[in-house]
């Protein structure tokens, strides 16, 4: 069996270092074919060196974990010459020791305010739901049960977006492109590992993805990052048909360690209609 994979390694910044030095082509960092036959894949320590204006030697430090305190200039020199983009850059300050450490962040709280679940039964033509950062799923509405799944027939360990995105055949079905919005789900996961190395309730999702599934753990691996950010998702609805939805996330003042998220169709569009027909059917199911 393979063992679970942590959400930190202990060297996150050298981890990270390594891989997105690895997946950079060298042609788009600017360098010219020097003719030597690479052996893997992206820059070499070298080249890397050379485009922070850095030492191969103090390179080869920082990814093997000798070095961690990281002056906040050499953070952007990196983070340029290895054509980061805004998470990504995000990411490097976060796990790189440029300050003195923050403290952990407690875990969120599991409790909704009671004025938030109001407002999310009074939403009826709008799915949503209240997550927390490690999208455990604490609160929903009846349209956002419509939509993606029962969650009141969950066990409360089962009620987490990426694990259902992974683990669960039916929930995994409803994705147009499911490789795409996984590995979406893993970028979103691995920045939160890095926010909050602490989480032993994220260390625990991280592991138990690792071992029962082989998707995850590959991407998981590939330390790609991703913060939050409005975007479309496509479903194949087994009632509803195929719907086009926009993901709206809200922070909760109150809570900050949970968001809002919210479902909704453009107006007049074929998805609009066709969420508006799930709605329907939906409120003359008994609860």
């Known amino acids: 069996m393979t063992s679970p994979v942590a959400p930190s390694t202990g060297n996150e910044l050298g981890t990270f270092l390594r891989s997105r030095r690895a997946a950079l082509d060298p042609h788009r960092a600017g360098l010219p074919d020097d003719g030597r036959l690479r052996r893997v894949p992206g ?146 996961l691995r920045m939160e590992a890095g926010r909050n190395p602490h989480d032993s309730a994220l260390s625990t999702l991280v592991g138990e993805l690792s071992v029962r599934d082989p998707d995850f753990r590959t991407w998981w691996a590939g330390h790609e990052v991703r913060g939050p950010r409005q975007l479309a998702k496509t479903y194949h609805h087994p009632v509803a048909g195929t719907l086009t939805l926009d993901v709206q996330q809200f922070s909760v003042d109150t809570h900050p360690d949970q968001q809002l998220v919210a479902y909704t169709a453009e107006p007049g569009s074929p998805s609009h209609e066709a969420l508006g027909f799930l709605l329907r059917w939906s409120a003359r199911i008994p609860d």
């Open 43 to 188: 820059l070499r320590r070298e080249e890397l060196a050379q485009l922070a204006h850095v030492s191969v030697d103090y390179i080869v430090r920082l990814e093997q974990g000798r070095t961690r305190r990281v002056s906040r200039p050499v953070l952007d020199a990196l983070a340029g010459a290895l054509r980061l983009a805004p998470d990504e850059r995000d990411y490097l300050f976060t796990v790189a020791d440029v300050a003195p450490a923050a403290p952990a962040r407690r875990p969120g709280r599991a409790e909704v305010a009671p004025r938030l679940r109001q407002l999310l039964d009074t939403m009826p033509d709008v799915p949503a739901m209240v997550l927390n950062r490690r999208t455990d799923v604490l609160a929903w509405n009846r349209g956002i049960s419509a939509l993606l799944t029962d969650f009141g027939a969950l066990r409360p360990a089962e009620r987490n977006l990426i694990r259902l995105t992974f683990l669960d055949e039916a929930f995994r079905s409803l994705y147009a492109d499911w490789p795409r919005s996984a590995r979406e789900c893993v970028a979103v």
